[in-house]
């Protein structure tokens, strides 16, 4: 990235996700309205987006629109997605590569999305693999989950990387200090796991970020807020993700049933409803959209497909605060002062 | 096992949890009551649980005391547990391995049980490693998990067998005739996840139990009860129970605030509570308590250390229904057909 300031803090992919271009152009006009020193590029089809976009005030003032006549479809594999040079999607990331902003958002396909920027945009060059991270809920706060799905086999060193880039993004986008971090694992004794985490603790313990590491966490520690990060590999993190939010649409869909079984049940929702609505609104899954990939020479932001205005403006806040907050470069600090890996944290597949 | 009956159903471990042997005992009043003709072998210290026997009618009449005078720690390490051989998890164990007793179940500490069933009772010659199951609740009635923990790393023939030890499982103990079985993965595309379980799909879909295989199913399936079995390796599969857990954990404990934060929302909670009741019954830890060590030339119930009365019962039921139904024969069935493994399912550790 070049050290001035790229005209732009976010391309945005107009013509991602379920409902686009109308839902991203709703999103924008929130985002407009919370950033409004930010620039965006929007890139779409002129025509489709054009007149959609003249129609909201906020979000006209604060986009330029450049044209991208095609658009990638949610089903399309990555490797056809990369032979798309027009698509929405490639010429947002085009934007990002020519340091004409500092990054991307998208409620489009998320395979293309990776593929694309990986090569695009390209890996920091000290990061072995990018990874994708997500903030979820928990008892104790919010709490970053990474790598979510990007790297279904890791080694201890991407373990340890993600670790590094974990608490850059608990600093940017969660505003701590000095997040605590842990490593997932089948048990929080030492000698617990194999081999790749037990490396991957060690060197941690050893680390900069040493005094910050908590060394092993389990599945309930996530909810429970133990460490403000949790670092994992893309297998186990994608299953741990997606289990907790079955476990959680389980619990309110068996709610919804409790509340509408008998009239005492649905009078006693009644009554209780303002403390259900702000557990609603605290549990919102658009509160927490946004997957980031994180590793790269820019900032990229996954929104979820199916979002609201709200949801789509949420990521592009999670985006916002990733730029201002110097993201990259506190990962680049981050990784520069990691002791030499040398022959401690060699390659062992998982 | 010797083909005549055992002269007792289950060996039961005393001295096994963390309210020994009162709980125990406690619980096996109730079992004996469900299951009025089964006999058990009750291990422990003579002193201490005898008296304790003699006040509990049905438990008495139940069963035969034998004697065992030390007891394994909660936190003794499996390797040190192994020595003690008079502990009554110890003698329980062996009269498994003699054919007094088809199974054994306990409360007490995990590893110790896993590696003391493992190298006393043995693994069924048809299975390369054993695994732990659970069951657990969905949205479409019960599922099977496995393996939660035995296996951190596990290859593609490992997860061969658990299916089909999982499928063995849900027919004894769920009753089903013809449960679905899915392979938890990152994505449910065929192209998706490592080769690992790529190729155990394959052989999963060739195989006798083929039209019950449903292909990859995601963390999400587990709680919508996509399918009766969901396989992994142990290492997700035990972050997958403990995160699901955690999510279920953090939705009780935001309900409980909600119901308590304000004097209308303490009313509509007892308006509703007749039916908030039932769901708490039906998602009870207790009606799940219960880990299987399957794999074995027995069965191994490890029952939750913190427990009470009735989920100790629950757990007998669990070791009950298998010996019942013939569990074990079952799965050597099930090996039998599958088909010759041979270079196709060659081992490829993750």
New interface residues.
């Given amino acids: 990235m070049p050290s001035e300031q790229p005209p732009f803090a976010l391309a945005i992919d107009a013509m991602g996700g379920d409902a686009a271009p109308e839902v991203v152009l709703d999103g924008l006009e929130l985002a407009a309205e919370r950033h409004p020193s930010a620039r965006f590029l929007l890139v779409g089809d002129e025509a489709r987006v054009g007149g959609a976009l003249a129609r909201r005030k906020r979000a006209a003032r604060a986009c330029s629109l450049r044209h991208a006549p095609d658009a990638i479809p949610g089903d399309m594999k990555p490797t056809a997605a990369l032979r798309v040079r027009g698509s929405s999607m490639r010429v947002a990331i085009d934007a990002v590569a020519a340091g004409e902003a500092s990054g991307v958002v998208s409620a489009g396909n998320t395979g293309a999305l990776m593929a694309l920027a990986k090569i695009v945009i390209k890996t920091l060059p000290e990061i072995d693999r990018p990874a994708l991270a997500a903030i979820g809920?928990?008892?104790r706060g919010d709490v970053v989950l990474l790598d979510l799905?990007a790297n279904?086999?890791c080694d201890a060193r991407n373990l340890v990387e993600f670790a590094v880039m974990g608490d850059a993004f608990a600093r940017a986008v969660l505003g701590l200090t000095n997040p605590s971090i842990g490593l997932?694992n089948?048990?929080s004794e030492e000698l617990k796991?194999?081999d790749r985490v037990r490396h991957a603790a060690e060197v941690l313990r050893d680390s900069h970020i040493g005094a910050q590491f908590r060394g092993f966490v389990?599945?309930?520690?996530?909810?429970?807020g133990t460490t403000d990060v949790v670092v994992?590999d893309?297998?186990?993190g994608?299953?741990?993700?997606?289990?907790?939010?079955?476990?959680?649409?389980?619990?309110r869909?068996?709610?919804r049933?409790?509340?509408t079984?008998?009239v005492?049940?649905r009078?006693?929702?009644?009554?209780?409803?303002?403390?259900?609505d702000?557990?609603r609104e605290?549990?919102d899954p658009r509160r927490y959209n946004g997957a980031i990939l994180i590793g790269l020479n820019g900032v990229v932001v996954k929104s979820h497909g199916g979002t609201d205005a709200l949801g789509f403006a949420h990521a592009v806040d999670v985006a916002m605060d990733m730029v201002t907050h110097r993201f990259n470069e506190r990962i680049r600090e981050g990784l520069a002062r990691l002791s030499t890996p040398g022959p401690r944290i060699a390659a062992d597949p998982?």
Same sequence: chains 1, 2.
């Avoid at 994608?238 to 619990?251: I, Q």
């Fill in positions: 809920p928990s008892a799905g279904v086999q997932l089948v048990g796991g194999d389990e599945g309930h520690d996530i909810t429970a994992t893309g297998f186990t994608n299953v741990a993700l997606k289990t907790g939010e079955g476990a959680l649409k389980l619990m869909d068996l709610l049933q409790v509340f079984s008998s005492p049940a009078l006693g929702y009644l009554l209780a409803r303002p403390a259900l702000r557990l605290w549990m998982r």
